[in-house]
């Protein structure tokens, strides 16, 4: 069984900086492509920000320059440095990863975490 639990969203103002971490545990094999996720009121998930096994990524164009993500393999851990943000970023950001387990490989989602962009 493998569980993913974000943490770090809280109420932020505009021009402010937060960092989401994401942790997954379990009978975790091999932990492949690991990414960030948003839904905003009434809006799609959209992806966000994505990083391979091998460290590549790839970001969406309306955050490219002020969120960078990392991941650290040693921890399974993947990182959502989020600076300069906006009110249009208040949404849940959730992680998702690509992990092969002792049962085989899979999808899997964490609960979120709620970011609110605000004054």
């Known amino acids: 069984q493998v569980q993913l639990v974000e943490s770090g969203g809280e109420l932020v103002q505009p021009g402010g900086s937060l960092r989401l971490s994401c942790a997954a545990s379990?009978?975790?094999?091999?932990?492949?492509?690991m990414t960030w996720y948003r839904q905003a009121p009434e809006k799609q998930r959209e992806l966000v920000a994505r990083?391979?096994?091998?460290?590549?990524?790839d970001y969406v164009d309306s955050v490219k320059g002020r969120f960078t993500i990392s991941r650290d393999n040693a921890k399974n851990t993947v990182y959502l440095q989020m600076n300069a943000l906006k009110p249009e970023g208040t949404a849940v950001y959730y992680c998702?990863?690509?992990?092969?387990?002792?049962?085989?490989?899979?999808?899997?989602w964490g609960q979120g975490t709620q970011v609110t962009v605000s004054s």
């Open positions: 998702n990863a690509d992990i092969s387990t002792l049962s085989g490989a899979g999808t899997y």
């Open positions: 990083i391979t096994q091998n460290g590549n990524t």
């Open positions: 379990g009978s975790i094999v091999i932990l492949y492509t």
